[in-house]
């Protein structure tokens, strides 16, 4: 007797006689823009204890740094795509699954500033105390990341979710941007007062709060067209989207193949 076995489709169940259990994943994108969600904050939050200077940029500089170079922190290459990623999770998946990554992010920074504080407490082999110094301002710089980038994100957020109420699926550039201002503006102040206050002088904090507040904001806003072309093939590419004016792509089958 000549038996085969159908392949499973994706309405298939995931167990049966002889077949292991699994739960079963949506067809989604949402996992993994969470996943480089969390990644860049990671990596911003630990490369923001480097302060470094960047270009002398005229009339910026005279006002602020009396004709020096502008101040930076490692942050500045990667956390403005935290933002962007946080955008478009607003924007696509709603406030609900846009808190839900903002607070796994907040849980993965807490478990950073634990990590780096224990690591901090052992006794170092010989030629490996450089960690040491290296760890002993990233509790405090941790502590300053996970503050700001709760207060910021989740303002960021409310403000794309809320707009979008009120404008469906029109003006996103406009709400994008708002967005951007607002929640870069109150995580920048929050960050550079948290970590660096008392470290720098009052005047080297003021200049760069101001420098990275412009710095970032600018990235993101001119990122917004890749933001929106992103957003936009989401929208048409994630099954459970609905709105006027996108239709769902999905896979074909045997009935309209």
Known sequence: MNT????????????????????RVPA???????????????????TAAKLFYGPTVPVLSDVFYGGGPLIFDGGAF???FVYIIGDILAEVYGWRRARRAIVLGFAMLVLAALTYTVVS??????GFEVWDQALSPMLRITVAGFVAFLVG????????????????ER?????????????????????CTIAFAGEISLLELANYTI????YKTAVEILIVPVTLAVIRVLK???????????????????ATA
């Open 4 to 23: 085969t076995t159908a392949p499973q489709s994706p309405e298939s169940p995931t167990s049966g006689p002889g077949t292991p259990a699994h739960a």
């Open 28 to 46: 989604s994108h949402y996992d993994i823009f969470v996943g480089v969600f969390v990644a860049l904050l990671i990596l911003s939050g630990v």
């Open 78 to 80: 990667l956390f403005p």
């Open 121 to 126: 407490w052992t006794t170092p082999v010989e």
């Open 153 to 168: 994100s989740l303002v960021n957020a409310t403000i794309v979710v809320r707009l979008k109420e009120r404008m469906r």
């Open 171 to 191: 003006h996103v550039a406009f709400r994008l941007i708002l967005s951007t201002v607002v929640g870069q503006f109150i995580d920048t102040l929050i960050f």
């Open 211 to 214: 420098t990275g507040f412009l």
């Open 236 to 254: 048409r590419h994630e099954p459970t989207y609905r709105a006027p004016g996108f239709e769902v792509e999905r896979p074909a089958t045997a």
